[in-house]
């Protein structure tokens, strides 16, 4: 698992809070240093000694487990450096280490939220080490794919995400799919959907029936992110969606969008959800579909440790299918990505730890313990110790393979979340209708 939704996606809400007061340009220990050039060292036996500050957030189970064995292992391979690991929580490392790389005591490498109010901040500020040079270096072109890493990309004002410098590259992967009960699906005679149009059809089954078709609470706002990006991967291209998040050259405001909000609402009225979402929150929805209330839950793989200890081998995965012949485009994206700040005394072995928690070894590790390693190729089905992480490890290797995964939309800009929660909740509420959806996310989109 790698973390709640609520703390990944409202990222963005809490990142701008923590950093506003010392906002880019407000004169960081580091903002005037230029861009690094020249020669860099892939030999971290000859730097001699070397104490390695790093900072994460990996503070449960499995994945903390993992950073653990990983610096263990680092340490032996070079036992000339020292690594002092500071665990934080999201929330703590959120709301502390922004003060923390621009002081006189900054960590080396840091995990880092990649939105434009945590990275793009510290870019524009002159904090983070651009990674290009080690990225080449170390082939981590081929190792990623081109949409992860343009996540962790950005000029060097910081203006423009998706382009320019890589700053960080992530561990861990994740998508927002379609989880099911195998036992509910049989039972109504139906397999797992490979077109939109089946994936319909079987909600139509499923309520027909009397099992409620999808699982989905939205008192805390975020999960409508998921439902309404899931139906827009159907009508909307992937090169449409990562322009309008990663830069300023789409808009929202587009045909493709309409049918998406009206098949949304559409759902609704038919009653396809949970009975009163807005009032359900999403923890409630997640433990009652453990329990056998839902046929389909509409969320991302961080849920996979819970749902697979709350309905052992009854549960499965799978990415919302597209419309006959079109290509896939699914919501996911990556976990915090790992920074070498500017302060770092010795950036060529912070980048050296890094290129070694994002390799082979570290994958093998993360997959053992039900992680979705961010790598092409990682985490292969048939090693996978149950049908679901199976199902999942064969849903990342086929999207990555394919780079057509977008990302979150509430990452367009600070704001955002906010603006599209608040609409979407009223979207789905019928108290709205598309046009002012669209209408609310392009004027915060234009306004940023």
């Known amino acids: 698992m790698i973390r709640s939704p609520r703390i990944l996606l409202v990222a963005g809400a809490l ?152 700053y960080g590259v992530p561990q861990i992967g994740q998508l927002v799919g379609v989880f099911y009960n195998r036992t509910k699906l049989a039972a109504l005679g139906l397999a797992v959907p490979t077109t939109f149009d089946q994936f319909n059809a079987d909600l139509h089954a499923a309520k027909a029936a009397g099992e409620p078709p999808i699982a989905f609470g939205n008192l805390d706002k975020y999960p409508a992110i998921h439902e309404f990006q899931s139906v827009d991967n159907v009508y909307t291209s992937r090169t449409a969606t990562s322009d309008f998040v990663l830069t300023n050259t789409a808009s929202f405001d587009t045909p493709s969008r309409s049918k998406s909000a009206s098949k949304l609402q559409s759902w609704v009225r038919s009653g396809y959800f949970t009975p009163g979402f807005n009032g359900v929150s999403y923890d409630h929805v997640a433990k009652a579909f453990t329990q056998g209330k839902g046929t389909f839950f509409i969320t991302g793989t961080w849920e996979s440790t819970t749902l697979q200890d709350g309905m052992k081998g009854n549960v499965g995965f799978f990415l919302m299918p597209m419309a006959a012949g079109r290509p896939l485009v699914t919501l996911g994206g990556e976990d915090l990505p790992f920074t070498v700040t500017r302060a770092a005394k010795h950036p060529d072995v912070a980048a050296a730890y890094i290129n070694f928690l994002t390799g082979n070894q570290a994958a093998k590790i993360l997959t053992k313990v039900g992680g979705v390693p961010a790598m092409k190729g990682a985490g292969d089905p048939a090693s996978a110790a149950t049908p679901l992480l199976r199902d999942i490890f064969a849903a990342w290797q086929e999207a990555n393979s394919k780079d057509a995964i977008v990302p979150y939309l509430d990452q367009a800009t600070p704001t955002m979340y906010d603006t599209i929660t608040s609409t979407l909740q009223e979207l789905m509420a019928l108290k709205i209708g598309p046009d002012k959806f669209i209408q609310a996310v392009q004027s915060d989109k234009k306004g940023s």
């Open 15 to 166: 990142g701008l809070a923590a950093l506003a007061a010392c906002a880019p340009g407000s004169g960081g220990a580091n903002s005037s240093k230029p861009e690094p050039s020249g020669p860099i060292s892939t030999d971290v036996a000859k730097a001699g000694p070397v104490t390695l500050t790093e900072w994460d957030q990996e503070v449960r189970g499995g994945q903390s487990d993992a950073i653990l064995k990983l610096n263990a292992a680092f340490q032996s391979k070079y036992p000339n450096v020292t690594i002092k690991r500071v665990a934080k929580s999201f929330t703590d490392l959120e709301t502390t280490v922004r003060l923390a790389v621009s002081g006189s005591n900054a960590p080396d490498v840091v995990q880092l939220n990649a939105g434009r109010q945590d990275m793009g901040q510290m870019v524009s500020a002159g904090l983070l080490r651009p990674l290009d040079n080690y990225a080449k270096a170390d082939n981590w072109q081929t190792r990623f794919s081109q949409g992860i890493l343009n996540l962790s990309r950005y000029s060097a004002d910081a203006k423009t995400r998706g382009t320019g410098s890589l």
